[in-house]
């Protein structure tokens, strides 16, 4: 678990863990990436409660990066990824562990209600979707797989640094060398949403730069690019809803999303000399 600045959302997660079963050995190992806000300290504290709890520094930035290190540092024979800032269910170890007996891969479920009271409560959604009309892929917020493959595939790699992206780009290395990536409803994460115009338009920003490089990479394996006439009829339904969004901080927060892709698609267009839109 990779973390940056997270003192005031990682003790939820540790004690999500710390209190996770298991028939079998496991451990924790969790990976300050340069905070500077007392991260370490805390994570440290818990190991009070986990013996296995390991804490580890990576200056080198990117949560590619410390994922990777990490990684270096374990012993286990399934690998499993989430963030700090989110909250595992019970169950959920015990669950992608089990799945992970019969794929490659896995990810699991995402409650998007649990941590994000402002919004409508909604029921979890699968974790494992498509991105550019192309295969599957699993967010590492909710991620398992086994050591074998991650060795094989070479671990994660940084799009550009601090970009999104790192997750879709190993889960279609993984399946384009042969492997599977299987769904496990029964492993839940509680998903914590940015909130704000600026915070949305930024996150979304990352992920539309992110997906121009992703574009780049797998093209010719099948990676697509938005038509125009597809992208134009997006741009319409955004403007005739602007009224609204001027009214409603959540429609002014998606359209802030919507806009941050755009600019972040048009700046990896640029840097990798494509059109992609």
């Given at each position: ?78 690998l499993l990824f989430c963030d700090a800032d ?172 919507w806009y941050g892709q755009r600019v972040g ?13």
């Amino acid at each position: 678990m990779p973390v940056f600045n997270g003192v005031e959302t990682l003790g939820a997660q540790l004690d999500a863990l710390v209190a996770q079963e298991l028939d079998g050995d496991w451990e924790l190992i969790v990976v300050d990436n340069g905070s500077t806000d007392g991260t370490p300290d805390l994570a440290r504290r818990s190991a009070d409660r986990h013996p296995h709890l390991l804490v580890m520094e990576e200056q080198m930035p990117g949560a590619a990066n410390a994922r990777n290190a990490g990684i270096a540092r374990s012993s286990g024979a399934v690998l499993l990824f989430c963030d700090a800032d989110d909250v595992a269910a019970p169950g959920w170890l015990a669950a992608m562990v089990r799945r992970s007996a019969t794929a490659a891969l896995v990810g699991g479920w995402i409650d998007t209600s649990s941590l994000n009271p402002s919004r409508r409560p909604r029921p979890t959604r699968d974790g494992c979707v498509s991105h550019l009309g192309f295969l599957q892929s699993a967010p590492t917020a909710n991620l398992a797989v086994r050591r074998e493959v991650f060795d094989e595939i070479g671990g994660f790699r940084n799009l550009y640094l601090g970009a999104a992206g790192e997750d879709v780009d190993f889960c279609w290395r993984a399946q384009l060398s042969g492997f599977d990536l299987a769904s496990e409803p029964e492993a839940v994460v509680a998903y914590r949403l940015r909130h704000g115009v600026r915070l949305r338009f930024t996150q979304a920003y990352g992920y539309g730069r992110a997906e121009a490089a992703l574009y780049v990479r797998f093209r010719r394996a099948g990676a697509q690019r938005t038509r125009l006439r597809v992208l134009g009829a997006q741009q319409a339904r955004h403007l005739g809803a602007m009224p609204r969004a001027l009214r409603s901080p959540k429609f002014r927060e998606r359209h802030a999303a919507w806009y941050g892709q755009r600019v972040g698609r048009l700046v990896g267009s640029v840097e990798h000399r494509v059109a992609f839109f």
